[in-house]
Protein backbone atom coordinates (compact mmCIF):
# COMPACT_ATOMS: atom_id res chain seq x y z
CA UNK A 1 0.00 0.00 0.00
CA UNK A 2 1.68 3.35 -1.38
CA UNK A 3 1.50 5.75 1.65
CA UNK A 4 2.52 9.68 1.50
CA UNK A 5 3.78 11.82 4.82
CA UNK A 6 4.08 15.57 3.85
CA UNK A 7 6.78 17.62 5.99
CA UNK A 8 7.59 20.75 6.32
CA UNK A 9 7.88 24.23 8.34
CA UNK A 10 3.94 25.17 9.47
CA UNK A 11 4.87 28.82 9.47
CA UNK A 12 6.33 30.64 6.85
CA UNK A 13 7.02 34.50 6.37
CA UNK A 14 5.77 36.52 3.70
CA UNK A 15 7.61 37.15 0.71
CA UNK A 16 9.80 33.99 1.82
CA UNK A 17 9.98 30.27 -0.37
CA UNK A 18 7.51 27.83 1.16
CA UNK A 19 9.03 24.18 0.98
CA UNK A 20 7.30 20.64 1.61
CA UNK A 21 8.53 17.43 1.06
CA UNK A 22 6.76 14.45 0.51
CA UNK A 23 8.05 10.81 1.39
CA UNK A 24 6.65 7.98 -0.23
CA UNK A 25 6.53 4.16 1.00
CA UNK A 26 5.29 0.91 -0.06
CA UNK A 27 5.58 2.67 -3.80
CA UNK A 28 8.27 4.06 -5.63
CA UNK A 29 7.83 7.59 -7.56
CA UNK A 30 9.14 6.30 -11.21
CA UNK A 31 6.24 3.88 -11.16
CA UNK A 32 4.96 3.63 -14.66
CA UNK A 33 2.04 6.27 -15.56
CA UNK A 34 2.10 7.30 -11.63
CA UNK A 35 1.88 11.11 -11.05
CA UNK A 36 2.73 12.67 -7.82
CA UNK A 37 0.73 16.06 -7.11
CA UNK A 38 0.68 19.25 -4.22
CA UNK A 39 -2.83 20.05 -3.75
CA UNK A 40 -4.18 22.55 -1.17
CA UNK A 41 -7.24 23.59 0.98
CA UNK A 42 -7.56 27.41 1.92
CA UNK A 43 -9.44 27.75 5.08
CA UNK A 44 -13.11 27.90 4.23
CA UNK A 45 -12.42 26.99 0.27
CA UNK A 46 -12.19 23.69 -1.96
CA UNK A 47 -9.10 22.13 -3.15
CA UNK A 48 -6.55 23.48 -5.56
CA UNK A 49 -4.47 21.55 -7.44
CA UNK A 50 -0.97 22.99 -7.11
CA UNK A 51 0.18 20.99 -9.59
CA UNK A 52 2.50 17.75 -9.88
CA UNK A 53 5.73 15.55 -11.49
CA UNK A 54 4.63 12.40 -13.32
CA UNK A 55 6.98 9.48 -13.30
CA UNK A 56 9.36 10.30 -15.79
CA UNK A 57 9.97 13.30 -14.13
CA UNK A 58 8.14 15.79 -16.38
CA UNK A 59 6.04 18.75 -14.37
CA UNK A 60 2.61 20.44 -14.79
CA UNK A 61 1.90 23.67 -12.49
CA UNK A 62 -1.58 25.45 -12.13
CA UNK A 63 -1.51 28.25 -14.63
CA UNK A 64 -2.49 30.49 -11.60
CA UNK A 65 0.63 29.37 -9.39
CA UNK A 66 2.74 28.52 -12.28
CA UNK A 67 5.02 31.34 -12.44
CA UNK A 68 5.73 30.62 -8.42
CA UNK A 69 5.89 27.14 -8.18
CA UNK A 70 8.84 24.42 -8.39
CA UNK A 71 8.08 20.58 -8.12
CA UNK A 72 11.20 18.59 -7.90
CA UNK A 73 11.59 14.56 -6.95
CA UNK A 74 14.83 12.85 -5.34
CA UNK A 75 14.56 9.25 -6.48
CA UNK A 76 17.22 7.79 -4.79
CA UNK A 77 14.75 9.02 -1.40
CA UNK A 78 11.92 8.58 -2.88
CA UNK A 79 10.67 11.82 -2.72
CA UNK A 80 9.37 14.71 -4.43
CA UNK A 81 8.97 18.48 -3.12
CA UNK A 82 7.42 21.41 -3.57
CA UNK A 83 8.72 25.29 -3.76
CA UNK A 84 6.13 27.95 -3.60
CA UNK A 85 8.19 31.50 -3.88
CA UNK A 86 6.76 34.91 -2.91
CA UNK A 87 4.48 33.66 -0.45
CA UNK A 88 1.26 35.60 0.95
CA UNK A 89 -1.21 34.90 3.31
CA UNK A 90 -3.21 33.69 0.74
CA UNK A 91 -1.41 30.70 0.71
CA UNK A 92 -2.12 30.09 4.16
CA UNK A 93 -4.08 26.75 4.08
CA UNK A 94 -3.58 22.69 4.33
CA UNK A 95 -1.43 21.05 2.12
CA UNK A 96 -1.17 17.36 0.57
CA UNK A 97 0.51 15.42 -1.86
CA UNK A 98 -1.10 12.64 -3.73
CA UNK A 99 -0.59 10.31 -6.43
CA UNK A 100 -2.69 8.42 -8.52
CA UNK A 101 -2.49 7.11 -11.84
CA UNK A 102 -5.32 8.62 -13.81
CA UNK A 103 -5.61 12.43 -14.29
CA UNK A 104 -9.22 12.35 -15.19
CA UNK A 105 -9.95 10.79 -12.08
CA UNK A 106 -9.02 11.72 -7.83
CA UNK A 107 -5.69 10.74 -6.63
CA UNK A 108 -5.44 7.40 -5.06
CA UNK A 109 -3.65 7.96 -2.09
CA UNK A 110 -3.42 10.95 -0.06
CA UNK A 111 -1.10 12.10 2.70
CA UNK A 112 -2.60 13.41 5.85
CA UNK A 113 -2.05 16.71 5.17
CA UNK A 114 0.06 19.53 6.59
CA UNK A 115 -1.03 23.16 7.70
CA UNK A 116 1.34 26.01 6.85
CA UNK A 117 0.39 29.11 7.59
CA UNK A 118 2.30 32.70 6.45
CA UNK A 119 2.26 35.13 8.87
CA UNK A 120 4.66 37.39 10.41
Known amino acids: QVQLQESGPGLVKPSQTLSLTCTVS??????????WAWIRQPPGKGLEWIGY???????YYSPSLKSRTSISRDTSKNQFTLQLSSVTPEDTGVYYC????????????WGQGTQVTVSL
Open 26 to 35: GGSITTNYYY
Open 53 to 59: IDYSGST
Open 98 to 109: ASGDDLNSDPIH
